[in-house]
């Protein structure tokens, strides 16, 4: 059903490329020169029927939904009291919707089942709506154009404007991606911050978002510090660094110097399956194998590791980053000019020297740059916490307790139910736009260090 | 001090007759499949200068970067023939490219200086050889590579500032000031004045006038101008084969082989 | 003493020191690939170790006596399809008594609780079945299928099993009589989510993410090449140009949960869209593939030589005819691979899917792109989180079943790009 208005713009379109470059042939049979030659006549149509309609079905999908509800809100006999919340007639659409598709819990009340039929009537009808003015849009946009034609069209300069615009909006896409987040980011942030003190939230140093808080309540316990968080977050990210970016570099460093031609054709996509592994993957190897085997060495040695230690997700996130250093690094030190490793070598220098000397300092800004990358993806990197992490929020230094980040709790506070009123929810929000944040920071950096190395050397 | 600067004299007058320093017999080069070099032998004297000459993909290069063992970095590289340098074959197990490479010296076409200081550039060789006993013989070690490579006066106050940021006259020098801080017994010079522009090139020449009185200096050249300025002897190679060999002024004047005269009247090139 | 002499003696010196730090250096850069080899082979030994349970099934085959008492064709599909299973697995065993109520549910519990609905099917699909006896081979429940696959020892202390004596004693007897069979389980691959680890399948998952994947194809295909084209051919070198650059690689290394947190508050907030449906996913994988293919289509098109763009130029061809006349084609396997690499990034990814949840218990297959589901990486969350024992395997297995999908399309990529990638 959602298909339908998708198939019938694309038939309108190709009607509009047969009828115009049916015109257009037929003239220039009958010896008129034209402009552009047939098929651009042609693609100009379709591309003009193409885009006002695909906007018109885009516009309508997205819109649709947000008025019939709208609407269906407006026609609910008002709730009882002002008490009841936002929150309770969200619950009551949801009931309408459930109603509407067909489920039925118990015998719902008779207005419920009567606003359940009017949603859906009012989707079958915004849906034929939509095919009839997609029609009649197809049809009045071709006809427009089927008048237009004339032989002295510049129907390739038309198209090829059109065409300009289309993969322009493309770009805008990316944009508006980063815009999208921005907003939503900020939007939710902001609605938090009403309820949740900013110095509150940046300084406190208690994190209890699960506790059920009393509406005066929220402000006043201080549940809402994400210090502890962020510190836990830190612990995670350095444990992954320590395992990640020596192993990785002299993983790199071996790959570049002292390796076969052999070994590196069979070592670096074993290596690049190790960074093809989905994250859920290690963070179920990191329940399964990691954390366990971390419990009995410690047990060994008399230390108590906790169940779900920073250590154990530290190093399987650890295990992640190191296929991305190590890739990383080698390129970095495969662009050192073959000079300069000709120029260690013929002094004298053996191997080891030639690449801690003198290729590893040229090569220095562009492994940092891609260090930084590693660090933003430890900070970001979710699945690997969610599963191996704690979720209580403890401040401590200790990598062999449980600790959360701050993805952890994005994922825990957003999963189950998530209306848009609740401090907790708004929490999650709070704590994306501060992840955002510092990883954009890192990424910029990293990017533009990067990109100044390449310079160097190109 | 070891660099008396004593004004060199006529680098003809000096090239007597010695036993020779470097002496190849039979080499011949492959890469993979192709033989890029065909049975060459030579015998370099010591205290003199000796330019290979010929037209680019001739193997002049190649066989310059057998003597400090160069071409053991390229994998598909074989290379067999004897080479000795002091009378020690060079190829023996027992020899260390390592040790070899600090005897024998070596500058490149395109100046390479590393992203270090220029204080660094130079003391890299004796650092890693150890070759200085402290700070101050390390200083000592610099300061004479830098006088002897004429670039000296140029630098003296700015000896922490980037290699690389030098011109590329003064990034040749440097280079070659680098080259013979490890106190070399024969520098290697490959087409050093190529990437250069005249001025520079005038001064890269008179240095090798001056380090030719301590140094076996053997240099590439596709320039035959420099050739004759500089060389005391000139190998021509065409082809992958050693044409012609004698002193330089022989070999411009009265060419014995019809390729090497086809070559310098322009013929070949 | 000839400074050459000391040169010589100095580096001779030097070397044996020199010559064992290469050689520590050398061994640390091994010793660190290797470790990444290790655990690289630790997580696959891992998963197969416990996965490679989950792809067989423990059966049990009864003579199954449709008994008229029990199950009427008028009351049809209610029955008591239970009871007549008990009852043909009493006939098995001997010495069972099943006069107590106790031991009819301990007797009836070997079987998996999918078994009465698939004798209830059968049944209710031709109802003549009612008052013979029939062939019936259906799946035994979790700690049963867990014995025969060895994961409960009975030698271990009778507390600390999850099936007593008597229980395993039964089994035996089942086996003893040749009743029990252990196929390949498809069930893997054509059953939806369970509650009962036994009848817990992939289905809905893989159709989940089917769908996602081609809703995020059908977005992030079209939109990334078109954005890389107008970057690389089209637009002009300024300020906005630079922006969208910078703009695009950032995207590619924001955190995927803030996609998530991205889609949950515009896709399902502020357009309704419905949560769990693998529309909304694929909308937001496709938004993270989006980066990925542009900057693989720019490469790629960076790739193709200046001389075809100046030659058909010089024939007079306008900008836009040169890009789809000539350079995309040439392009085209270097985008077609890095979208596959995208793609398979995608397929893989995990926390936006659950932030729209897709995380959702869903006992049924999706049927469209509309209706709630689960993706293959959210139902391995599931799974993991689940503790009953079958889940561990099942979770392991269901993780082969992802990463043999990822490894396939990689190697496609990679066949691509060694194939048809023409090197200038």
């Known amino acids: 059903m ?30 008129a020169r034209l402009h552009s030659s047939p098929q651009y006549h042609g693609l100009f149509a379709a591309l003009t029927v193409l885009t006002s309609a695909l906007l018109l079905a885009l516009v309508w999908l997205a819109l649709d939904d947000v008025i019939i509800d709208h609407l269906i809100r407006r026609s609910l006999p008002p709730p009882d009291g002002d008490a009841a919340s936002a929150g309770a007639m969200d619950l009551v659409m949801a009931e309408i919707h459930s109603l509407a598709r067909g489920q039925t819990f118990g015998t719902p009340e008779p207005w419920k089942q009567k606003a359940a039929d009017r949603l859906t009537a009012f989707r079958t009808g915004s849906a034929v709506a939509l095919l009839v003015s997609l029609t009649c849009l197809s049809i009045g946009v071709l006809t427009l154009r089927r008048r237009r034609f004339t032989p002295e069209l510049r129907a390739r300069q038309g198209s090829e404007r059109l065409t300009h615009a289309v993969m322009f909006a493309c770009c805008a896409v990316a944009l508006l991606t980063t815009a999208g987040i921005v907003a939503a980011l900020l939007f939710e942030t902001a609605k938090f911050l009403q309820k949740v003190p900013l110095s509150e939230f940046l300084f406190g140093l208690n994190w209890e978002p699960q506790i059920p808080i009393r509406e005066d309540q929220v402000a006043a316990s201080g549940a809402f510090g994400w210090t502890p968080v962020l510190v836990g977050t830190l612990v995670v990210t350095v444990v992954a660094l320590v395992v990640a970016v020596p192993t990785g570099l002299f993983a790199a460093i071996y790959l570049n110097e002292f390796a076969h031609r052999r070994f590196k054709r069979v ?7 190790l960074a093809g592994v989905p994250t859920v993957v290690y963070g179920f190897f990191a329940i399964l194998v990691i954390s366990p085997a971390m419990r009995r060495l410690g047990d060994a040695l008399g230390l108590d590791v906790a169940p779900n230690s920073a250590l154990a997700a530290g190093l399987v996130m650890g295990v992640m980053l190191i296929p991305f250093i190590t890739s990383f690094a080698d390129d970095a030190l495969s662009a050192v000019p073959q000079a300069l490793r000709d120029g260690a070598l013929a002094l004298g220098s053996t191997r080891a020297e030639t690449m801690l000397k003198v290729l590893f300092p040229a090569a220095l800004p562009g492994i940092v740059g891609g260090v930084l990358l590693a660090v933003s993806r430890a900070i970001g990197e979710t699945m690997i916490v969610v599963m191996a992490a704690g979720l209580i929020a403890r401040l401590t230094l200790n990598p062999l307790d449980s600790v959360t980040t701050v993805t952890v709790q994005i994922v825990t506070l957003l999963i189950g139910d998530t209306a848009f009123d609740n401090p907790k929810t708004l929490a999650a929000f709070a704590l994306g736009t501060m992840l955002f944040l510092v990883t954009l920071m890192i990424n910029i950096l990293a990017i533009r260090v990067v990109q100044k190395y390449r310079e160097t050397y190109d | 001090m070891l660099d008396s600067m004593a004004p060199a004299p006529d680098m003809r007058a000096t090239a007597a007759p010695r036993a020779p320093k470097i002496d190849a017999r039979g080499v011949n080069v492959h890469y993979g499949e192709t033989q890029a070099l065909h049975d060459v032998s030579i015998a370099i004297p010591d205290r003199s200068v000796t330019a290979f000459i010929g037209p680019s993909g001739c193997g002049k290069s190649t066989f310059l970067r057998c003597f400090n063992r160069m071409n053991d970095t390229i994998p598909s590289c074989r290379v067999s023939g004897g080479i000795t340098l002091e009378g020690e074959d060079i190829f ?6 390592v040790q ?16 270090k200081s220029i204080f660094d550039n130079v003391a890299y060789g004796p650092r890693i050889h150890g070759l200085a006993q402290g700070r101050d013989e390390l200083a000592d070690i610099v300061e004479t590579a830098l006088r002897k490579a004429a670039l000296w006066d140029e630098v003296k106050d700015r000896l922490t500032a980037p290699g690389t940021g030098l011109s590329g006259g003064q990034q040749q020098r440097l280079c070659i000031a680098r080259a013979i801080a490890t106190r070399p017994e024969v520098l290697l010079m490959d087409e050093p004045c190529s990437a250069l522009d005249p001025i520079a090139t005038a001064q890269i020449e008179e240095l090798i006038a001056e380090l030719s009185s301590r140094f076996s200096i053997v240099i590439v050249t596709h320039s035959m101008q420099q050739a004759a300025r500089v060389s005391h002897r000139t190998a021509f190679f065409h082809l992958g084969h050693m044409v012609e060999l004698g002193d330089t002024d022989a070999v411009f004047t009265n060419p014995r082989d019809p390729r090497t005269e086809a070559y310098i009247t322009g013929r070949i090139g | 003493m000839t400074p050459q002499l000391t040169t010589l003696d100095r580096v001779q010196a030097s070397l044996g020191r020199r010559r064992r730090k290469e050689r520590l250096l050398r061994a640390s850069g091994l010793l660190a690939i290797l470790f990444a080899f290790a655990m690289l082979g630790a997580l ?6 416990t996965g490679h349970s989950a792809f067989v099934q423990t059966h049990a085959t009864l003579e199954v006596y449709v008994d008229p008492d029990e199950i009427r064709e008028d009351r049809l599909p209610r029955g008591g399809f239970d009871e007549v299973l008990v009852a043909a697995l009493g006939r098995a065993l001997d010495g069972v008594a099943l006069d107590e109520r106790s031991t009819r549910r301990r007797v009836g519990a070997i079987l998996s609780n999918g078994a009465q609905f698939q004798l209830r099917d059968r049944v209710a699909a031709d109802p003549s079945l009612i008052g013979q006896t029939i062939t019936l081979t259906v799946p035994v429940s979790d700690p049963y299928d867990q014995l025969n696959k060895g994961a409960i020892d009975p030698d271990t202390p009778e507390a600390n099993r999850r099936l007593d004596d008597d229980q395993i004693a039964m089994f035996t007897q089942l086996q003893a009589a040749g009743l029990i069979s252990t196929p390949l389980n498809w069930g893997l691959l054509v059953n939806a989510d369970s509650r009962f680890p036994e009848l817990a399948g992939l289905k809905g998952a893989l159709i989940g993410s089917a769908w996602a994947l081609i809703v995020c194809f059908l977005i992030s295909f079209p939109l990334g ?24 690689n950032n995207l590619a290394a924001v955190p995927s949960v803030v996609y998530g947190l991205l889609a949950l508050s ?18 937001t994988l496709a938004l993270m593939t989006m980066p990925t293919i542009i900057i693989a289509t720019r490469a790629a098109l960076k790739a193709v030589p200046a001389s075809i763009r100046e030659a058909a130029l010089g024939l007079g061809a306008s900008r836009q005819q040169v890009v789809f006349g000539h350079v995309l084609p040439l392009a085209m396997p270097g985008i077609l691979t890095g979208t596959i690499i995208g793609l398979a990034q995608a397929l893989g990814e995990t926390a936006p899917l659950l932030l729209i949840g897709m995380n959702a218990f869903i006992t049924s297959a999706p049927d469209g792109p509309l209706s709630s589901a689960t993706a293959l990486p959210t139902q391995i969350f599931i799974w993991a989180d689940s503790p009953e024992r079958g889940f561990a395997s099942r979770t392991s297995a269901a993780i082969l079943v992802l990463l043999g999908f990822l490894i396939t399309m990689n190697a496609v990529a990679v066949f691509l790009r060694n194939k048809l990638e023409r090197k200038w």
């Open chain 1, 2 to 31: 959602t298909l339908l208005p998708f198939v019938l713009l694309l038939v309108g379109a190709m009607l509009a490329y047969a009828v115009n470059h049916r015109a257009a042939a037929s003239l220039r049979s009958g010896g």
């Open chain 1, 267 to 273: 070592a670096k996509p074993v290596l690049e399956v």
């Open chain 2, 92 to 97: 023996d197990p027992r020899i260390d490219p």
């Open chain 2, 100 to 115: 070899l490479r600090a005897r024998v010296g070596m500058v490149f076409q395109k100046p390479n200086p590393f992203s």
């Open chain 3, 44 to 49: 696959f030994l891992s998963l197969i170790s």
């Open chain 3, 225 to 248: 090449i078109g954005a890389a084209i107008y970057l690389e051919e089209l637009a002009p070198r300024n300020r906005f140009s630079t922006l969208i650059e910078v703009n695009i």
């Open chain 3, 266 to 283: 515009v896709f399902i907030g502020w357009f309704g869209l419905p949560r769990s449906a693998p529309l909304v996913g694929g909308m």
